[in-house]
């Protein structure tokens, strides 16, 4: 994914995507697109779950400033 | 004036002091002071320093001890009932005998401590504590924070051989969903005075770097039950409380709660307790997740074969309907053949009636014209034959005319016939050579042949001359061409 996407936005979007095909919102053409966007969503998200990125160095640089 | 004088020892006042008191007080008494030191020494001895103030100043001071023995009891004593070791700078209950000693002077012995007092100044600390976090608007301030959705990053305040430390990694480190955290450890005492401004100075020093944590974790086991009232005081509540992370605590505290677990965003009674709560915040994370992707794939399931399945129905009613209608087409296709055909046959039939009366029409006609043109034919037949009997009648009397003229005719014609014979007789006498050699003319021939144009002579050559009576050879000597 080319945008940087927090995982509470990408959660919440999952959200409403979910919501959206649960209420029958959602045509036939318009799914595939919708379901690609969930799975890159659901792919952020797992993501998150399991890894992490924080740096300590940076961590303890900020702390001496 | 010297005689008159007593002088004593210095022993001897001391010891009469010491009788004096001793008969004066010879109970001992309740007395409520403030610890100010406990100095306890090697020796297992205690020389506290006793206090009273009012209104911060030193009114009262007093030493007093502890013997070993007494302090092993009523410390022991105290941390059963205080769940606190004795703290200096607290007011205590104390149970003292005023002693005087020759040498070390005037001092409180302390024969023993009521614990319940102690406690019930915890309580009323405690108390106080709440009351002015209340009063502060400070209560529910943590509590009130947005939980983060993912508590990832975890500032951990505990001492790195703390066994609840390693409890809380435990659980959050070997989960088995595989769910990562992120934890720096702040390095804290976790109980006793020192704590208080241990885990303020670094609550202080997660602020600075916030940005990079989701929550603050404080966690604290094993070091026994005792040392935990500084959770009670009232500046490390309010930096707890008004913290700008949630701040969760698992200080493991089983009968009464502290003030900083009441007012921590979330206080769990064990750090593995509050472990799993943190797994548990990453469950209801994952597992909607998970409830998507399945949701999503059912509905696209089902979405694309309830299209798949009206396309089917409406392929089907296509092929029916066309079915349908070629079938019509087909009936009235026939019908209407039919009925041409009938149609045809009809008018076959009537044309066919129309030609056999055309035909019969057609036969009489030319039996009538044919006997018409036979009639006229004979007619004209019979004229002709009359007309070239006449012709002929006339014809023969000419032919009898000519025949009749022939004879004289013949007779004439062969006189004048016989006349030119004679005539060319003669003539043809005249023209033979032999008549012409009679009349002194001569044919010369070359070879056999007489001289034409194209006789090519050269002198020397040799000609016949004939002649009615011989024939002479002779040499050509001069040829002169005319």
Redesign the interface.
């Given at each position: 994914m080319a945008e940087e996407i927090n995982?509470?936005e990408a959660?919440q979007e999952?959200?409403t995507?979910?919501a959206d095909?649960?209420e029958g919102e959602?045509s036939?053409d318009e799914?595939s697109i919708?379901?690609k966007r969930?799975?890159e969503l659901?792919k952020v998200?797992?993501n998150?779950?399991?890894?992490?990125e924080?740096d300590?160095n940076?961590?303890l640089k900020?702390?001496e400033? | 004036m010297s005689e008159s004088r007593q002088i004593f020892t210095l022993k001897q006042v001391a010891s009469s002091i010491r009788k004096t008191l001793e008969e004066r007080y010879q109970q001992t008494y309740w007395v409520k002071a403030e610890m100010h030191k406990l100095n306890l020494y090697p020796s297992g001895h205690c020389f506290p320093e006793l206090l009273q103030k009012e209104d911060g100043k030193i009114v009262a001071q007093m030493n007093a001890s502890i013997w070993k023995q007494n302090y092993q009891r009523i410390n022991k004593n105290f941390v059963d009932v205080v769940k606190e070791p004795l703290r200096e700078d607290t007011t205590l209950l104390l149970l003292v005998k005023i002693v005087f000693h020759e040498t070390f002077g005037l001092s409180l012995q302390i024969v023993d401590i009521d614990p319940n007092y102690a406690l019930g100044e915890l309580q009323r600390e405690r108390q106080e504590t709440l009351l002015r976090l209340q009063k502060e608007n400070l209560l529910n301030l943590n509590q009130k924070l947005d939980f983060?959705?993912?508590p990832?990053?975890i500032a951990l305040i505990s001492a790195d051989t703390s066994k609840g430390l390693s409890d809380f990694r435990k659980v959050i480190e070997t989960n088995q969903?595989?769910?990562?955290?992120?934890t720096?450890l702040f390095q804290a005492y976790l109980q006793g005075d020192v704590a208080v401004k241990s885990i303020q100075e670094q609550l202080k020093?997660i602020e600075?770097?916030k940005e990079?944590f989701d929550v603050v974790v404080i966690v604290r086991g094993g070091g026994g039950e005792v040392g935990l009232s500084c959770y009670n005081n009232f500046e490390l509540c309010k930096a707890i409380a008004s913290f700008p992370l949630p701040v969760l605590t698992g200080i493991g505290h089983s009968t009464n709660l502290t003030v900083a677990e009441m007012i921590a965003y979330r206080n769990a009674i064990t750090p593995t307790e509050l472990g799993d709560f943190l797994i548990q915040s990453?469950h209801e994370?994952?597992v909607?997740?998970k409830?998507?992707?399945k949701?999503?794939r059912n509905?696209?399931k089902n979405?694309?074969e309830n299209?798949n399945q009206s396309l089917t129905s409406t392929v089907k009613l296509f092929k029916n309907v066309t079915a349908q209608r070629i079938d019509q087409t087909k009936n009235l296709l026939v019908r209407s053949s039919s009925s041409v055909k009938s149609n045809v046959k009809f008018v076959i039939h009537k044309e066919k009636e129309s030609i056999s009366v055309s035909q019969k029409s057609i036969k009489k006609n030319a039996k009538d014209l044919f006997l018409l043109q036979k009639n006229q034919i004979t007619s004209l037949v019979d004229t002709a034959r009359k007309n070239i009997q006449f012709e002929l009648k006339a014809e023969n009397g000419e032919v009898q005319r000519i025949i009749d003229r022939l004879p004289k005719v013949v007779e004439n014609l062969i006189h004048d016939t016989n006349n030119k014979i004679k005539q060319l007789e003669q003539s043809v006498k005249l023209m033979d050579p032999i008549q012409v050699l009679k009349r002194g003319y001569s044919i010369s021939l070359f070879e056999g042949k007489t001289l034409k144009e194209d006789t090519k002579l050269k002198p020397g050559d040799r000609l016949v001359t004939k002649t009615h009576f011989s024939e002479i050879e002779s040499e050509i000597v001069d040829i002169k061409n005319k």
């Open positions: 995982y509470t959660f999952l959200q995507i979910v095909i649960e959602i036939v799914l919708k379901v969930a799975a659901i998200c797992k998150k779950l399991t890894s992490t924080e300590v940076q961590i900020d702390l400033d | 983060p959705l993912l990832k990053r969903w595989g769910y990562q955290f992120f720096f020093r600075k770097v990079h990453f994370f994952a909607p997740v409830d998507a992707s949701t999503i509905y696209s979405k694309l299209a």
